[in-house]
């Protein structure tokens, strides 16, 4: 890993500010939202306490999109986080988030999003219920083979799926309120939690959940070496796509709580076709949850897209394994890292959904939490692009960030141990790794 990973071909500069927005929006509409409410209503038990956690998520998205456009415009090439924590940290750092991104922050956030379409796929259609765990895999297959047959092809099917899943949440939330069968009074009534852990602190934990739902704001970051003029592509992708999905998912899930008692949805995966029934009756309730698993399928597309160009940067550079710099001559794609990605997809289809959730927030939490603390590292560099936002009452805006960030960090090693134990493996395990190829080479 001490040598860099060449490959003839390279990728090519082909997606602007609407290709690029698609695929954040895409990214982050999905699995959080559609599967979330559930779980938080038997966590929290309060309507308000439900709206306000998605609020605060939602500044947090979009002050880590902030931070990050500064971040990417100073470092215009494919590999977000690995390009950040590299310069900023040393290379360990950097292939540490390299490894946790091919486990946490893409294969098993991909491996979610299936398994909650399938879930949708099966609220009306028991054959799939009974087979979920095929269902998500052959789903996860066909979009790694479409994305192994070149960018501009999966870009322009990621584009159609990502309005279709905008519409149909946009429709969803105007029909719910203006013609479904809903109740205000929902917003009044409480349910009993499911946990024992007092509400502050559970409310702290519940925004690991809130972290996985508004993940992908970072999205573009990872694709920018294949935009076109970066310094403005990329913070106008992250911060329209980020400002869009933050209005989705406060409208969703208001629509969530006014169709459902909070009592009826909690622990609830598919949350979505329970409301969808409520508000319009079964039948118009399973063209629904069909449109909400055809917008989890977009989420699926996007990450497969998204995942293997942070592994691609990352060999290219010597810091990974080298198959994964290896790019198709002919569709311009690094196929090796999209195969070993869904391969993985797979497997992680067969982890309990909730596990699954709360290792992702953790796990990536952490790396988000270092690379937004990297600005206060970079900010001293005399050449350093600040981005107007990010400056405004310096260090306002990484510091909202980074307090939440390390709060749930904390909270979630407390509460959840096991989760926690999972994730802090993962990364000392990539550690490992590093050293080990570094060790050989160094015999070599």
């Known amino acids: 890993m ?28 999905g699995t959080g939202t559609f599967t979330a409410g559930g779980y938080l209503a038997g966590q929290l038990g309060n309507a308000k306490y439900i709206l306000l956690v998605w609020i605060i998520g939602a500044v947090c998205a979009l002050a880590g999109s902030f931070c990050y456009s500064e ?63 095929i269902t998500a895999s ?13 960018l501009k092809r999966v ?42 852990t007092s509400l502050p602190e559970q409310f702290v934990v519940s925004l690991f959940f809130i972290y996985v739902s508004y993940s992908g704001w970072n999205a573009a970051t990872y694709i920018a070496e294949e935009l076109k003029q970066p310094a403005r592509t990329l913070p106008l992708a992250l911060t329209l796509g980020t400002a869009i999905v ?24 598919t949350v979505g076709s329970v409301a969808a029934s409520n508000l319009f009756g079964p039948g118009i309730g399973d063209i629904f949850s069909g449109l909400m698993a055809l917008s989890l399928a977009s989420t699926v597309s996007a990450m497969v897209t998204i995942g293997p160009r942070l592994y691609y940067a990352m060999a290219r550079n010597g ?22 990605q869904g391969a993985c997809a797979m497997l992680m289809t067969l982890t309990p959904f909730p596990e699954l959730f709360l290792y992702i927030g953790f796990t990536l939490n952490f790396f988000a939490v270092l690379s937004v603390a990297s600005i206060f590292i970079f900010r001293r560099r005399p050449d350093w692009q600040k981005l107007r936002v990010v400056s405004f009452a310096f260090p306002l805006v990484p510091a909202i960030f980074l307090l939440v960030g390390i ?38």
């Open 155 to 196: 870009s322009s099917i990621q584009n159609i799926l990502t309005g279709t899943n905008i519409a149909v949440i946009v429709a969803f939330i105007f029909a719910g309120f203006l013609a479904g069968n809903g109740s205000w009074s929902h917003f009044s009534q409480s349910a009993s939690r499911t946990t024992t």
């Open 246 to 269: 933050a209005s989705l998912y406060l409208g969703l899930n208001a629509l969530f709580i006014y169709a459902t008692p909070l009592e009826e949805m909690k622990g609830v995966l």
């Open 319 to 340: 810091a990974f394994f080298a198959m994964a710099a290896k790019v198709d001559e002919r569709r311009h794609t690094p196929v090796v890292a999209i195969l070993c």
């Open 407 to 444: 709060g749930i960090t904390i909270y979630g090693i407390t509460i959840q141990p096991a989760v926690s134990f999972a994730a802090v493996a993962t990364v000392a395990t990539g550690a490992a790794v590093y050293q080990l190829r570094l060790r050989q080479h160094a015999r070599a």
């Open 2 to 29: 001490t040598s860099p990973a060449r490959s003839a071909t390279s990728l090519v500069r082909q997606l602007g500010v609407t290709s690029a927005t698609a695929l954040v929006v895409s990214n982050m509409v």
């Open 138 to 150: 052959l789903l996860i297959a066909v979009f790694t083979v479409i994305n192994c047959l070149g």
């Open 71 to 133: 971040l990417g415009i100073n470092f215009p090439s494919s590999g977000g986080e690995y390009v950040y924590l590299t310069r900023a940290y040393g290379p360990t750092w950097g292939f540490m988030t390299g490894w946790v991104s091919f486990f946490a922050g893409f294969s098993a956030p991909i491996a979610a999003a299936a398994i909650a379409f399938a879930g949708y796929i099966g609220y009306f259609l028991p054959i799939v219920k009974e087979n979920s765990q």
